[in-house]
């Protein structure tokens, strides 16, 4: 039981150029959440799918386009990358609305 | 629109010493309250929640936290650190208008020192 997997773990784009990250969880659960950790700020939401075949805009949506391929991968992808998206990007997933969230390791993304 | 504030960026305390992590919160209505801990170069884990009842929520790890609604306020505490407890700590509140919304707090780093 991996829990949440996420790739790639680290990544150097340069500005205007896209890529996709990928997050997968084996837990079977129905949501699945996109997030950005920024210093000093906490995590802010993205994007999220409460369930297979449902996205929604978070705090922070623009510059970023989500996927929910089926239940168990849900993906983030910029299309053309600033240096402002330089962060750490985590992708979670809970059972439902009000379940705990399980995070997964982490993609630490440079724009330069 | 809800949000929460952790007034620390660091707290530094001797092992064995009490730990308390401080957490305001701002929101309309009942709010849902939880804690989550980061170890280095890791997700975050949940460590406890309030909902409702006993505003004495225990959690994993040994911690538990305090909801105090006059004050707004639902601190995480251990009564003895250890030095593994070392890590940076989250402070969260649901949005009451979508369960599905989390906001989180800047964190505090926790340094317990041997």
């Known amino acids: 039981n991996a829990g949440v997997t996420q790739t790639p773990k680290f990544q150097v784009l340069k500005t205007g150029q896209s890529m996709t990250l990928q997050c997968a969880q084996d837990m079977n659960h129905n949501s699945m959440y996109w997030y950005r950790q920024d210093p000093g700020m906490g995590l802010r939401l993205i994007y999220y799918?409460?369930?297979?075949?449902?996205?929604d805009k978070g705090e922070v949506p623009n510059g970023y386009n989500v996927s929910r391929l089926n239940k168990r991968e849900f993906s983030l992808r910029l299309e053309s990358a600033a240096p402002s998206q330089t962060s750490v990007y985590f992708c979670a997933s809970s059972e439902g609305a009000r379940g705990k969230q399980y995070f997964g390791p982490g993609t630490r993304l440079t724009v330069l | 629109a809800q949000s929460v504030a952790q007034p620390e960026d660091q707290v530094n305390v001797a092992e064995g010493n009490p730990l308390t992590v401080k957490c305001t919160y701002s929101v309309s209505g009942n709010p849902y309250l939880f804690w989550y801990v980061q170890y280095p170069n890791r997700g975050l884990q949940f460590l406890l929640k309030?909902?409702?009842?006993?505003?004495l929520v225990k959690g994993s790890y040994g911690f538990e936290a305090e909801f105090n609604k006059s004050q707004t306020s639902f601190h995480l505490k251990k009564p003895s650190a250890l030095v593994s407890d070392s890590a940076l700590y989250f402070c969260a509140v649901r949005d009451p208008s979508n369960d599905y919304k989390l906001s989180f707090g800047a964190g505090t780093t926790v340094t317990v020192r041997a």
């Open positions: 799918s409460a369930s297979e075949g449902t996205t």
């Open positions: 309030y909902i409702t009842g006993d505003n």
